[in-house]
């Protein structure tokens, strides 16, 4: 129907409501609002069409559509999905409807602005899982963090501005080196031995950079997965992540622990471990070994934090290291496993970050020991808050056990992975995360109500619910039905891992048949 | 001596400057109440400069006997300089009224010192370069003392003279020793007699004071202690000029001399040039973060971006000179936009000038803030503004030159730059003061700019249009 340009027009749809938007007086109040959430919420209708659309067979890229952008450094406009990026730039479109919805009373002044960046940051956000050139993938990276300042810097709590330097300092710091290694990638191809021109063309990077020698091949990795490790934030870069949840606005909190982040294990995925494949075997047990550090340690210190949105904040610590052990472990369940729990984790922790934020708005204190009983004030409140903590937990039926069970499942048989320790102790995790967050439930919701403040708490308004109601269908749909959609990222993901074992040349061959491969790695037999 | 007429409209836009100079000097002292017309004067001079140069673009070759080059290389310098300049005349208008001294000798002194900045991009020989940075200069010399009153304009343009005449006296001294040992001020000479020149010591000494010279004139760490105070008291409008066309002027003598006369790529020059640009790069980026004077860290951060071209420089190959081309033109837009907007905020006895009175500004006066939030970001090299652009293309000829550690310490100074541009960024929108500057802001002043900044995001986002112009040259 709209041929090559549907992705393009998921990419820059909401600058049509950023426009609108510019025209409107800041006292329109209510058209602003309504303008914002329609946008998003066209826009993901728009993704959704693409998501249906995607040929789940065909693990090449889908919807490509490529422009003559500089010629000089021969760099174009180059877009497209598969089975990874499909998933991704579906969470973001969905979570971007409800951030905007779940601020509608919170935010109360500059409400224009914040529309604008919201929306400025969904451009930038998709753009960068749909990037397949370099150049225009660093644009949408950089160009995102200009929006998530203001957003933390201008709406933020108290603290803010330390918070929104240091999450521009940190991020920036670390993709500026993975600048450097583009350039030098570019040049790199443009010698006469491999292909002759200057280019920053991902898919044509793929067929030359595994041949780097060993040496290069890790200056390379090292500089991309800094940059990559610092977003996710891996252990021990992730001091910027807990500043800047805790001080951004509801909303801010949401998309940065929903979407923000996945960008970085994205970037893992997309970037280091099939261009450098060689270098992310060799730096593997050196990345397992903070994941497992990462996800014990924001375990325990999600346990002692007082703020209820802290200690969220440090469970993403403690999530996001599931997901990078998942993907070094380079087989497919666990890398289906990982992009799975992208998911789930943006929907969990995006909507915890959305419940602590309703609490917030009612009694202007996020401290643990404030609260109490509230499931009697607020039954509805606590229905939907006791669901997504479950799911964040990895309660079989819900979204969370899929994804983490299919990735302590492939990271036990991975054979990169030598040994089952990692396993383990980042089984660990999962009872770790059961005792924080049913704890703090506890601390919360259960008990008799200790403070008269929290006596009259009204319960959701009909808004919250809808805020709440698609995330909690989703949980439920991947939690009982994660076929349909481990389905659309099966093939792509059995593509990537072919394709990193060919980069790991005769190495891999050896080894591979002592390994019994799982041909059927779709998500029925978990269910 | 006869010119051809070819001549002549080849080398058209340099000489309908010259022209325009005296004739706004003839109306200042002819007419009694001359600011407006010599205003307008100047600026539809200017652009029918640019429409010359436009129009002769794609000539090429020499004129008056070999002195001058014409048309590529050149016109690209002559666009960024009269752009420069024309942009310079529109916010000066109701600056030169706020700080009463609107008299018609200024725009005069403008063109006169576009006038010798064209002389030097146009250069094929050694003197003209002598010629066109003399005659800049001086202009500028005068234009930094413009506020008679005040101490610091004063203490500007005397610190500005002297150093700036020593810096010519090595400049001058380095071409003599380059005479002395080819026999020739000649760029064509000097490019044949190169190979066997390279064994010669005076040779070395002469490249090396000219490098000095022309340090000195880009802004370039050892060479750069005037440029802070120079900056903070001149008036604005100058600091802005004196950045871009001075800095665009410098560059595109530094792009002759080392590019096109003496092949630098390789050689011992481009370690020495690769050196300076990355002590330029840190000592400019982290002394800007101290200042809590805007106008002193511009100046600083004037440095650094001395420090980044300089990058493209030691690189020595085409990837270089466009890269070096792509970014002054890039900086002229930005930071004529950041000075353009100081310069408006500004009030009589140099209030409005510290981070502090910025505080709030974004919600007093969005517009002006966004604004200057695009040109701070753009400064950091931040995608998607035409910084970030210039940046990429300095760090790529670098990164092929085998200087990927030049590279490195390019992106690392960067970041460190991000924290003082975005430091007002904070002022403008994270701080809660209500901001006190309700002053009016003239048209034209707005319209520059707007100018400024639509570049700056245009040129970000399609920058092959600057580069299609810089590249189809050589």
């Known amino acids: 129907m709209l041929g090559s340009s549907i992705l393009s027009l998921v990419i820059f749809f909401p600058l049509v409501g950023i426009l609108v938007v510019l025209f409107l007086r800041q006292e329109q109040v209510r058209s602003i609002k309504v303008i914002g959430i329609a946008t998003a919420v066209i826009d993901f209708l728009l993704s959704v069409y693409v998501y249906v659309m995607f040929d789940s067979q065909n693990p090449n890229m889908q919807f490509v559509q490529r422009l003559k952008w500089i010629e000089g450094l021969n760099v174009s406009y180059y877009v497209g999905v598969d089975g990874i990026s499909l998933l991704l730039v579906l969470l973001t479109t969905l979570l971007m409807p409800i951030a905007l919805l779940s601020s509608w009373n919170s935010i109360t002044r500059r409400l224009k602005e914040y529309v604008f960046f919201m929306l400025l940051l969904e451009v930038g956000m998709v753009g960068v899982f749909c990037s397949l050139d370099l150049f225009l993938f660093y644009i949408f990276w950089e160009g995102m963090l200009i929006p998530m300042y203001f957003i933390i810097g ?62 290069i091949q890790s200056w390379m990795f090292l500089a991309f997965a800094l940059s990559f490790a610092i977003k996710v934030p891996l252990f021990p870069f992730h001091t910027w992540l807990p500043d800047a949840h805790v001080e951004a606005p509801t909303a801010g909190s949401g998309i940065l622990a929903g979407v923000l982040l996945k960008m970085g294990t994205y970037g893992l995925l997309r970037f280091c471990l099939p261009l450098f494949p060689q270098a992310s075997v060799k730096f593997m047990p050196l990345i397992a070994v903070l994941a497992v550090i990462g996800i014990i340690y924001g375990a325990l210190v999600s346990m002692v934090q007082k703020d209820i949105k802290k200690l969220v904040a440090y469970s993403s610590v403690s999530h996001l290291g599931f997901v990078v052990l998942g993907i070094f472990a380079i087989n497919e369940e666990a890398i289906q496993g990982s992009i799975i729990q992208m998911v789930n984790h943006g929907l969990s922790t995006g909507a915890l970050f959305l419940i602590v934020g309703m609490i917030y708005e009612r009694r202007h204190t996020r401290e643990v020991s404030e609260f109490g009983g509230l499931s009697k004030v607020m039954p509805v409140l606590a229905t939907f808050f006791m669901i997504i903590s479950l799911s964040s937990i990895g309660l079989p039926g819900l979204n969370g056990f899929v994804g983490e069970f299919l990735i302590l499942l492939g990271s036990f048989q991975s054979r990169f992975l030598i040994s089952p320790a990692y396993t383990v102790l980042a089984t660990s995790g999962v009872v770790l995360s059961a005792v924080y967050l049913l704890w703090m439930y506890q601390r919360v919701m259960f008990g008799s109500v200790t403070k008269p403040e929290n006596q009259s708490l009204k319960d959701l308004s009909f808004r919250e619910v809808a805020v709440l109601v698609p995330i909690a269908l989703f949980v439920f749909w991947i939690g009982l039905y994660p076929a349909s959609f481990l389905a659309k990222s099966a093939a792509s993901t059995k593509a990537l891992v072919q394709q990193v074992e060919r980069g790991l040349g005769g190495r891999a061959q050896v080894v591979q048949s002592a390994i019994p491969t799982n041909e059927d790695s779709s998500g029925g037999k978990h269910k | 001596m006869e010119f051809s007429s070819v001549e002549i409209v080849s080398a058209s836009p340099i000489l309908a400057l010259t022209v325009l100079a005296l004739l706004v000097l003839l109306l200042e002292t002819l007419l009694r109440k001359s600011e407006d017309v010599v205003f307008v004067v100047t600026l539809v001079g200017i652009a029918i400069c640019i429409a010359f140069t436009l129009a002769v673009y794609s000539r090429s070759g020499t004129a008056f006997m070999g002195m001058l080059q014409v048309g590529g290389f050149t016109n690209f310098f002559y666009l960024v300089f009269l752009i420069s300049a024309g942009l310079t005349v529109l916010i000066s208008r109701s600056y030169l009224k706020s700080q009463e001294i609107e008299f018609g000798e200024y725009y005069c002194m403008v063109l006169f010192a576009t006038v010798g900045m064209m002389l030097i991009a146009a250069a094929q020989d050694l003197i003209i370069i002598f010629l066109g940075i003399e005659l800049m200069s001086i202009s500028l010399y005068v234009l930094a003392g413009f506020m008679r009153k005040r101490v610091k304009s004063n203490e500007s343009a005397l610190k500005y003279f002297l150093l700036g005449a020593f810096a010519t006296g090595f400049l001058l001294y380095g071409i003599a020793l380059l005479y002395g040992v080819s026999g020739s001020t000649r760029f064509a000479t000097l490019a044949e007699q190169f190979p066997s020149l390279t064994s010669d010591a005076f040779f070395w000494v002469g490249v090396g004071l000219l490098i000095v010279g022309l340090s000195f004139k880009a802004a370039a760490v050892p060479f750069h202690m005037w440029v802070p105070d120079v900056y903070e008291g001149a008036p604005t409008t100058i600091s802005a000029f004196m950045s871009t066309g001075g800095k665009a002027a410098a560059f595109s003598a530094f792009l ?3 590019f096109h006369a003496l092949n630098v790529g390789n050689s011992k020059i481009a370690e020495v040039l690769a050196v300076l640009s990355a002590v330029t790069m840190i000592i400019g980026n982290v002394i800007a973060i101290s200042q809590q004077n805007l106008k002193r860290m511009l100046a600083y951060s004037s440095i650094a ?26 900086y002229t837009f930005m930071n004529v936009g950041s000075f353009g907007v100081l310069s408006v905020l500004e009030q009589q006895e140099e209030k409005n000038l510290t981070f502090e009175d910025y505080s709030g500004l974004g919600y007093k006066r969005p517009f002006i803030a966004a604004l200057m939030s695009v040109f701070m970001f753009s400064l950091s090299g931040i995608p998607p503004f035409a910084g970030f652009f210039g940046k990429y293309y300095v760090f790529a000829a670098a990164v092929k030159a085998n200087l990927t550690w030049l590279a490195i310490v390019g992106v690392l100074t960067s970041a460190v730059s991000v924290y003082y541009y975005l430091r007002l960024v904070v002022f403008m929108y994270f701080r809660e003061t209500e901001s006190t500057m309700a002053q009016e802001i003239s048209g034209s002043s707005l319209v520059a700019i707007v100018l400024c900044a639509i570049a700056v995001i245009g040129l970000g986002i399609m920058p092959s249009f600057v580069i299609d112009l810089a590249q189809g040259l050589f």
Do not use: C
């Open chain 2, 305 to 330: 971006h001395a420090g980044y071209m300089l990058a493209g420089l030691a690189a020595g190959n085409d990837l270089g000179q466009t890269g070096i081309m792509y970014y002054l033109a890039a």
């Open chain 1, 154 to 215: 201008i709406w933020g709590g108290e603290n803010r501005i330390y918070a929104a330097i240091k999450f521009l300092l940190f991020t920036l710091v670390g993709s500026l080196l993975m600048l450097v290694a583009i350039i030098w990638l570019a040049i790199y191809a443009s010698g006469p031995q491999q292909l002759g021109r200057f280019t920053t063309d991902l898919l044509e990077l793929y067929r030359i950079a595994p041949a780097l020698p060993l040496a």
């Open chain 2, 256 to 258: 002759l001399v080392f």
